[in-house]
């Protein structure tokens, strides 16, 4: 059941961002060189005992993560009644990170291993995306193809600081 609906909001995903993003500004997939390798474990125990090619493991409060050094995003399972410790769910970590593996991979634009640092600029871009991403696509299969759900954080944290941002300047119209 867990694979299954996994599965499905991976789909969406993709099908978001090649809506969002344009299929003209994705690459085709052209063998398994190319496709995405998502690795979903059975148990936090598992995940955080899998060491990446780099050395290193999963950050303690991470319930997923994408390695854009081996091209590999990795998630558990959480046991019944536990989530994950930021908060989120399983799918909505699941389409963030998976978020950033597509536009690293399957974008045209991007620039395939090539870490891009907090200084960075375009970094925090990439991730109000994902964020963007994950808020939008966890109902799609509920509601369609649609990017205008007032309901999820991204889109109402936006609302609030735009009429913060009107009410700023209307006290002071010098800003």
């Not at 909001?9 to 085709?28: Q, S, Y």
């Not at 190319?34 to 979903?40: G, M, P």
């Not at 994408?66 to 389409?95: C, I, K, Q, T």
Request: hydrophobic share 35%.
């Amino acid at each position: 059941e867990t694979v299954g609906r996994c599965l499905r909001n991976c789909e969406w995903t993709v099908k978001a961002l090649t809506d969002l993003l344009g299929a003209e500004a994705i690459h085709p997939l052209e063998g398994d060189r190319q496709r995405l390798d998502v690795r979903l474990h059975a148990s936090e125990e598992d995940y955080r005992s899998e060491e990446n090619p780099a050395g290193g493991y999963p950050m303690p409060w991470s319930a997923g993560y994408f390695s854009p050094l081996e091209g590999v995003s990795r998630f558990f399972v959480p046991a019944p009644g536990l989530g994950d410790p930021l908060g989120r769910g399983l799918f909505h970590v699941l389409s963030h990170e998976l978020t950033h593996h597509f536009v690293e991979h399957r974008w045209k634009c991007a620039q395939p291993g090539v870490p891009r640092p907090l200084e960075i600029r375009g970094y925090w871009c990439v991730e109000g995306l994902a964020r963007f991403v994950e808020d939008q696509v966890v109902e799609m299969d509920v509601r369609g193809m649609r990017f205008d759900d007032p309901t999820v954080p991204s889109v109402d944290s936006a609302a609030q600081a735009l009429a913060k941002k009107a009410q700023d300047r209307a006290a002071r119209p010098e800003l």
